[in-house]
């Protein structure tokens, strides 16, 4: 997806006029709408009356620097991608960057193709921020309640010894083949059979680690047993990242990790993660890929691409529900489709039910789908229904 004439709308920041005027000529030439600023100060203003898609900002700078203008901006949003550029890197002024949530740090200097890769690449990720949180629009909230701690308890331990692993089939719908299968939280506990209610437990608990491993060992034993070339999609709480097992070699998923890829949902903040870009990349490392569930169902922003970069991004089923006949859902779903592609991160579609919403998924480009219309989890790698 490319931004039709003047939709881009770009900030450019630098003291240093020549510099300004000479960035302003090459990016023009991409016709996007572009607002200029001599120094942070009346930069922060222009961000404070109007609404930019890319923020491209000097370090040092009189008066206020770029740190100090990416740390005013974050006060007043929490998205908008703001590039850095310095002549002068230095180890502190990245370090403070990332800290503030820069979304890149450019060393002068930048050829114009460069830079230009950087802001159509930042624009892209700021639009999947908005539709995802267009799509938290089109969701209701509910809260659960549990009993008292010792009662939680005693259900907690007996959850936990019925606790097995149900497997739905991701499809490939114009190959009619198998893609892969999602493991299941499940428990035989008449009292605590809702994952929801089992994960809650969890976390109340605190206890969110104990369960996590439980669930990757079943996942590991029933590997042997799957498809050949099937991938296993295995669900990970954000607290799971700070687990050491879930990073050693000699774990049970690890053994099978070139064919699992690690769901981290959307529905969890990720900031309590520990060097969120180095757990992913020792994940990577063991073999695993990495895919963002519940995508326009949880934390709007960018954190979760430019961090995870996943391979995978799974579609949430309030987005697949009555989609053939939503035509705000479709432009949401055919403009997530077509920013992945071009970001390189393939589409599943999940809670397809009906022959209609899975006629509009491949209408709108969706091949990977998910739902009961082909399965429902169940023990065992069951094959889909054509």
């Known amino acids: 997806m490319m931004p ?7 900030l450019l920041v630098d003291d240093d006029a020549a510099i300004l005027r000479a960035y302003q000529r090459n990016l023009a030439r991409h016709e996007v709408t572009i607002t200029t600023a001599s ?39 929490v998205d908008v991608p703001v590039i850095l550029m310095t002549g002068e890197p230095d180890l502190e002024s990245a370090i403070r960057a990332v800290e503030y949530g820069a979304f890149q740090y450019l060393e002068k200097p930048i050829a114009g193709k460069a830079l230009w890769e950087s802001v159509l ?30 009662a939680l308890e005693v259900r907690w331990t ?8 149900a497997f739905q089939p991701i499809v490939s719908w114009g190959d009619r083949r198998v893609f892969g299968y999602e493991a299941l939280l499940r428990s ?3 009292l605590m059979n809702n994952p929801g209610d089992i994960l809650d437990a969890a976390e109340r608990l605190e206890r969110l680690h104990e369960l996590g491993r439980s669930v990757r060992a079943h996942v590991a034993a029933a590997a042997p047993d799957a498809p050949d070339g099937a991938r296993l999609f295995v669900n990970l709480h954000s607290a799971d ?22 769901e981290v949902t959307e529905r969890a903040s990720l900031c309590g993660v ?19 569930d519940d995508m326009g169902a949880g934390y709007a922003g960018l954190t979760s691409f430019t961090q995870l970069e996943p391979e995978v991004a799974k579609l949430d089923m309030s987005l697949v529900r009555g989609v053939d006949a939503d035509s705000r859902r479709q432009s949401i779903v055919r403009s997530m ?29 969706c091949d990977l789908l998910q739902g009961y219309l082909f399965a429902k989890p169940q023990r065992g790698f069951q094959p889909p229904r054509w």
């Open 121 to 150: 690449r930042a624009w892209r990720l700021h639009r999947m921020a908005r539709l995802k949180r267009e799509a938290l629009d089109l969701q209701s909230t509910h809260e659960r309640r549990l009993d008292e701690r010792a």
């Open 274 to 292: 520990r060097d969120l870009a180095g757990c992913v990349a020792r994940l990577r490392s063991l073999g695993f890929q990495i895919a963002i």
């Open 241 to 262: 990242l700070n687990d050491e097992d879930l990073y050693s070699a000699d774990a049970p998923l690890s053994k099978v990790a070139s064919r699992v890829v690690l």
């Open 4 to 10: 039709s004439k003047g939709e881009l709308r770009l």
């Open 39 to 77: 120094n942070g100060r009346e930069a922060v203003e222009r961000v404070k009356r109007g609404s930019f898609d890319v923020l491209v900002s000097d370090i040092a700078m009189p008066e206020m620097t770029g740190i100090e203008f990416l740390k005013a901006v974050r006060a007043i949003d």
């Open 158 to 165: 007996s959850a936990m010894r019925l606790l097995w692993v």
């Open 188 to 190: 035989d506990e008449p």
């Open 337 to 365: 489709k077509q920013l992945c592609d071009e970001l390189g991160i393939m589409v599943i579609s999940e809670g397809v039910e009906t022959p209609a919403e899975r006629g509009m998924l491949a209408e709108l480009g």
